[in-house]
């Protein structure tokens, strides 16, 4: 399976590592807009600079495709997401679908009317300490989910466009977190709350701090707390997550999985080892997705929901007022 990537800087260097390790996946061509990024990845990869171009259009007529990874900032996942699924050529985007409502509607409303696919990136839930805490909860007999807790706390010089976004820490990086209360609680979101800030000494633009409440289905109660400007004591990307359960607590605590039943000791779940994880994991999915037909989880018909969760939270922190879930 051959594709095209559309990026190369940033994230970009994440998928030229997982697409030169796979056995299955290979390039076709990339599509770069900065000729300095460009030439660097060029040497740095051992590409092909012949294989590089200004725009995917001149990429799709070039060369031929399987498949396009869209790695570009947020602002510009339409305009390739949709110029690949309307040349007929699956999608596999990275987080978030969207910047936009609007942007994120017309990607789904593409892929459903082209029947092309459109995957995104949610890597998170591919992570070996993901895995095991979703193994636990679901097969370690805890019963019922009441609440849970979880904390998140870092402070990353990325630079570029996320210091200057309205609400970074959401916006770029709580759409992870989102999208696993989705998956651990499989169900959505019914009713949403949060207030956001930005410290004094934060060198983001706009607010990098917030705490959201989340009601999901069955009354499940969810309490985000969150920093992306944390001076110290950082939590893990995976975050930090406590379940109540009607059987026992199940917590992640710096990737690791423990449990407590009711009057027990504390116990440390040995950890999953899975064979692929993150990108590895989804470059898989999405080469057996095209070549075998097999449904991914993640299309973009899916992570609209988690998306959603991002909007909503946005208008409660504009409002100040409790949204109910667009979801």
Do not use: E, I, K
């Given at each position: 399976m051959k594709v095209i990537q559309v990026g190369l800087g940033g994230m970009g260097n994440a998928w030229l590592r997982a697409v030169q390790a796979s056995p299955h996946v290979e390039y076709a061509g990339f599509v770069e807009i900065n000729v300095e990024i460009a030439a660097e990845q060029v040497a740095k990869f051992g590409l092909d600079p012949n294989t590089v171009f200004p725009s995917l259009d001149q990429a799709l007529a070039a060369v031929q495709a399987d498949g396009v990874l869209n790695v570009t900032p947020p602002q510009f996942h339409r305009a390739v997401s949709l110029t690949a699924l309307e040349a007929g050529v699956p999608v596999l985007s990275e987080k978030p679908l969207a910047d936009t409502p609007t942007s994120a509607q017309d990607i789904v409303?593409?892929?459903?009317?082209?029947?092309v696919l459109h995957m995104v990136a949610q890597n998170y839930r591919y992570h070996a300490p993901v895995q095991t805490l979703y193994q636990t909860l679901h097969q370690g007999g805890f019963g019922a989910i009441g609440g849970v807790t979880?904390?998140?706390?870092?402070?990353?010089?990325?630079?570029?466009?996320?210091e200057e976004m309205p609400y970074p820490l959401i916006i770029d990086m709580a759409i992870h977190h989102f999208d696993l209360m989705r998956f651990f609680l499989a169900r959505d979101p019914v009713t949403i709350y949060g207030r956001s800030w930005n410290p004094p000494w934060?060198?983001?633009k706009g607010d990098a701090s917030a705490s959201v409440t989340l009601e999901f289905g069955d009354g499940v109660m969810v309490s985000y707390n969150a920093s992306w400007c944390s001076q110290g004591q950082v939590t893990p990307w995976n975050a930090n997550w406590r379940f109540e359960c009607a059987e026992g607590v199940v917590t992640l605590v710096d990737d690791q999985v423990m449990t407590q039943r009711?009057?027990?000791e504390p116990e440390l779940v040995p950890a999953l080892d899975p064979p692929l994880v993150g990108q590895a994991?989804?470059?898989q999915e999405f080469y057996e997705a095209v070549t075998l037909g097999k449904a991914?989880?993640?299309?973009?018909?899916?992570?609209f929901k988690s998306l959603g969760i991002v909007f909503d939270v946005i208008q409660s922190l504009v409002s100040g007022a409790v949204v109910p879930s667009s979801t």
């Open positions: 409303d593409a892929a459903n009317r082209t029947g979880v904390d998140f706390f870092r402070g990353p010089h990325f630079g570029g466009f996320r934060s060198w983001y009711p009057d027990g994991y989804l470059l991914p989880v993640t299309t973009c018909q899916d992570n």
